[in-house]
């Protein structure tokens, strides 16, 4: 079956550690997309790629960082320069072009104390 | 810049019931679409419903149709014959041809009892 698959779904971590969220997608889309949902608030866009090697910064991206070495896969590190890490993140991927809809992962929810 | 707004936090139905839960944009592009997703309590978005700047027809998938009135600036959902399973938080997002990311709302909690 075709997806999106995220990993793990919850995640705990100390303040001031690195975090790397697993992202990865076999629907041989060209576009990626990290956002991160806090409660009672709607999805906020965190980086995103358009193409292998290439990614740009979305409304919310200090603190965190990406890479795209492959199509399928497309992680996030959360560092530690980033001030409020704990929420629900969202991956998502879709065909690129307006039109067309982003598939969503099942989030995964992490955790700073 | 893009803006949606969605100004029910929370919405109550009784199941079989028809519900419409609202959405308004800003945007000063001419093309853009329009979409709709279901966030369940676990968590994953699901889509349900796109509709496109030019379409001139209101975009309809099974029991949602998006009431679209490009001069208002609105793009409503509609869930017709509500169902149990419906209980979800709803959010209203729009993407531009310039761009690909989408814009979200803050979204609308659905509530259907029985």
């Known amino acids: 079956d075709g997806g999106i698959t995220q990993s793990p779904k919850y995640l705990f971590r100390k303040e001031g550690q690195n975090v790397t969220l697993s992202c990865e997608q076999n629907?041989?889309?060209?576009?990626m997309y990290w956002y991160r949902q806090d409660p009672g608030q709607g999805l906020r866009l965190i980086y995103y790629?358009?193409?292998?090697?290439?990614?740009q910064k979305g409304d919310i991206a200090e603190g965190y960082s990406v890479s795209r070495e492959k199509k399928e896969s497309f992680p996030l590190t959360v560092t530690s320069a980033q001030k409020n890490p704990t929420a629900f993140y969202l991956c998502?991927?879709?065909?690129?072009?307006?039109?067309?809809?982003?598939?969503f992962g099942p989030g995964t929810r992490l955790t700073v104390t | 810049a893009q803006k949606i707004t969605q100004t029910q936090p929370g919405m109550f139905v009784q199941e079989k019931e028809a519900v419409t839960l609202d959405c308004t944009y800003d945007?000063?592009?001419?093309?853009?679409?329009l979409f709709w997703y279901k966030q369940p309590s676990s968590g994953e978005m699901i889509f349900l419903i796109y509709?496109?700047?030019?379409?001139?027809q209101n975009a309809t998938e099974g029991r949602y149709s998006l009431n679209f009135q490009k001069a208002r600036k609105s793009a409503n959902l509609v869930i017709s014959a509500s169902q149990l399973g419906d209980s979800a938080m709803y959010f209203c997002?729009?993407?531009?041809?310039?761009?690909?990311?989408?814009?979200f709302g803050t979204g609308t909690r659905l509530l259907v009892s029985p």
């Open positions: 997002a729009m993407r531009d041809t310039g761009f690909q990311k989408l814009v």
């Open positions: 945007t000063s592009d001419q093309s853009y679409g």
């Open positions: 629907l041989n889309h060209d576009a």
């Open positions: 509709q496109g700047s030019y379409d001139e």
């Open positions: 998502a991927s879709s065909i690129k072009g307006a039109s067309y809809e982003q598939y």
């Open positions: 790629s358009q193409i292998v090697n290439d990614f």
